[in-house]
């Protein structure tokens, strides 16, 4: 029998960052037979999911959902199909065509992140995937065979090899900083109020309105179990 164990601390590929974008692409890397990690700065519990964000998956990204293992994200109880309709100062403008069940693309869904998120990381991990919570990457460094980085996590600094690293920690990221990219910063002076309501009866069609005047900008979303 070998005593010989696996070495986790080496993969093919590097996924830094394990929200939306990173657990999408540990999973396809993973369907092509690599062999992923995923490091999250934060720590993760089995429920944790983005706090700072609506629910709105654009049409083209619907599909997607199939491809990832989480066709059951589209059923009833998991998600809202809709359509966006915008009213603007200029006029209302309303999304074409109608919703076909049997077209993901004819619709948008509205999928909260409390359901979104611990479904990707779950179908990530059922792929294999090794997923590094409350595990910071510190330092990234490529040399000819890869890349080597540092890790910072709750037992202490730890390095790890990649023959590729994935940068999916965000819009600051530390991966851009760390490479030598240079950072742009655009002035918000906005602010945003978010709250759930029951009691509110859906638009026809489910649909998710979006009002817009020259600055301000509200919108509603139909949930599931009768939430907006
Ligand atoms: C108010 C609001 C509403 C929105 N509504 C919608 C919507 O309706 N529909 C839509 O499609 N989009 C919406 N978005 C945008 C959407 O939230 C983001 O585009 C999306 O969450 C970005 O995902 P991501 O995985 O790229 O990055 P993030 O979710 O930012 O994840 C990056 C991850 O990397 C981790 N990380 C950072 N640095 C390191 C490091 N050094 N080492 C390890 N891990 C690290 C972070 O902890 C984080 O978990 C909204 C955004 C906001 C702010």
């Not at 603007?88 to 869904?109: C, F, K, N, R, W």
Request: contains cysteine; glycine residues 10%; hydrophobic residues 35%.
């Amino acid at each position: 029998m070998s005593t010989q164990k696996y070495d986790d601390s080496l993969v093919d590929v590097a996924v830094v960052g394990g929200s939306i974008a990173g657990c999408a692409t540990a999973i396809r890397f993973s369907q092509l037979g690599y062999r992923v990690a995923v490091f999250e700065k934060k720590p993760v519990t089995e429920r944790s999911y983005k706090k700072l964000c609506t629910h709105f998956v654009q049409p083209h990204a619907v599909p997607l959902l199939n491809g990832l293992g989480l066709a059951h994200l589209r059923e009833p109880g998991n998600s809202v199909p809709t359509k966006a309709v915008f009213v603007t100062p200029g006029g209302v403008i309303e999304a074409p065509g109608g919703y076909d069940p049997e077209q993901p693309q004819s619709y948008a869904l509205n999928l909260e992140r409390r359901v979104l998120d611990p479904a990707l990381r779950d179908a990530a991990r059922r792929r294999g995937v090794q997923y590094f919570d409350g595990t910071g990457v510190e330092g990234a460094e490529e040399d000819g065979e890869g890349w080597t980085l540092d890790t910072l996590g709750e037992a202490g600094p730890r390095r790890f090899r990649a023959r590729l690293v994935v940068a999916a920690d965000g819009r600051r990221s530390r991966l851009a900083t760390l490479l030598g990219n240079r950072a742009e910063e655009h002035p918000n002076e906005r602010v945003a109020l978010f709250g759930y309501f029951t009691g509110i009866e859906p638009p026809e069609g489910n649909r998710s309105v979006f009002i817009m005047n020259d600055r301000d900008l509200a919108c509603s979303y139909p949930l599931v179990d009768g939430r907006t």
